[in-house]
């Protein structure tokens, strides 16, 4: 036989546990909720935290300073690649723990889903506009790099010039036969010496070439070249004369 209060207790059992489905499924509901908060709000702090990042390498890849030598343009240009590096490992991270987030939140229709997809579109700029600047940073230093080089390398050419010319400006043509001979060998092995520097003198011209399309190509004037280096050209000519007044002077009366 039934129990007398069967029905009593088949009602009160369907009712505890229509109760507490209502429960699992209010603690579903806020569970998910505050997943969904935690996320909002770390996509939020990442958010800022890689804006505040790309501002400070912007910064960076905005400087105009190229060195005002060769080592130190170069050290520079070891600078930038470690940036460029950090760069390649850093967005990864951003795309995965920052945008990918953020688009999932957008496609849960997350309340404030109308900042959060410009706040994604604002990162993806600034990183364009990063890599952007980084590239053209590269360019200038590179070619500040050969700029340097250039100059480093037409001043050692230059003393080398300068070094010859008393030589062959010489009036000594010797006093007999024999010195006259020994200066004739001795002038001989100076022309195979300016012969041989003949492909110096080439290379600086090509470089210079070079230089110049590059110049033009990136947009690059000598003006703005050569206010970030430091190449004293004139003033170590005007050293050179002055420590050897007595030759130079010799040398440009005749």
Same mark, same amino acid.
């Given at each position: ?10 009602? /009160? ?9 209502s ?14 908060? *935690?996320?909002?709000?770390q ?10 990042w790309?501002? &400070?390498?912007? *910064? ?7 060195g005002?030598?060769? %080592?130190? $343009?170069?050290?520079?240009l ?17 795309e ?11 496609e849960?229709?997350?309340?404030d ?8 579109v604002?990162?993806?700029?600034? #990183?364009? /506009? ?6 053209k ?5 590179? %070619?500040?790099s050969?700029?340097?080089q ?5 001043n050692?050419?230059?003393s #080398? ?7 062959? $400006?010489?009036?000594?043509?010797? /006093?007999d ?8 060998? /001795?002038?001989?092995?100076?022309e195979? &010496?300016?012969k041989a520097?003949?492909? %110096? ?30 190449v ?8 050179v ?7 130079y002077?010799?040398v440009?009366?005749?």
């Amino acid at each position: 036989s039934l129990h007398p209060e069967s029905q009593l207790l088949t009602k /009160r059992l369907e009712s505890l546990n229509k109760l507490y489905e209502s429960v699992h499924t209010q603690s579903q509901a806020r569970k998910a909720a505050l997943e969904g908060s *935690r996320l909002y709000f770390q996509f939020l702090q990442d958010a800022e935290e890689e804006e505040a990042w790309l501002v &400070e390498k912007i *910064r960076l890849v905005k400087s105009e300073e190229v060195g005002k030598d060769l %080592d130190s $343009c170069t050290l520079l240009l070891k600078r930038h690649e470690a940036l460029e590096r950090e760069m390649d490992a850093r967005y990864p991270r951003c795309e995965t723990d920052v945008i990918k987030v953020g688009n999932q939140l957008v496609e849960v229709a997350h309340p404030d889903k109308k900042n959060i997809r410009a706040r994604i579109v604002k990162l993806q700029d600034t #990183w364009r /506009r990063l890599r952007d600047l980084a590239a053209k940073r590269r360019t200038r230093l590179e %070619d500040a790099s050969e700029s340097h080089q250039y100059y480093a390398d037409a001043n050692e050419a230059e003393s #080398w010039i300068r070094e010859k010319m008393p030589l062959v $400006c010489s009036e000594d043509f010797g /006093r007999d036969e024999g010195t006259a001979k020994n200066l004739q060998v /001795r002038h001989g092995r100076l022309e195979e &010496e300016i012969k041989a520097f003949e492909n %110096d003198i080439k290379r600086l011209d090509n470089l210079a070439t070079l230089m110049t399309k590059a110049s033009n190509a990136h947009k690059i004037t000598p003006e703005s070249t050569m206010k970030n280096l430091a190449v004293p050209v004139a003033k170590e000519t005007v050293e050179v004369v002055e420590e050897e007044p007595d030759e130079y002077e010799q040398v440009e009366v005749e």
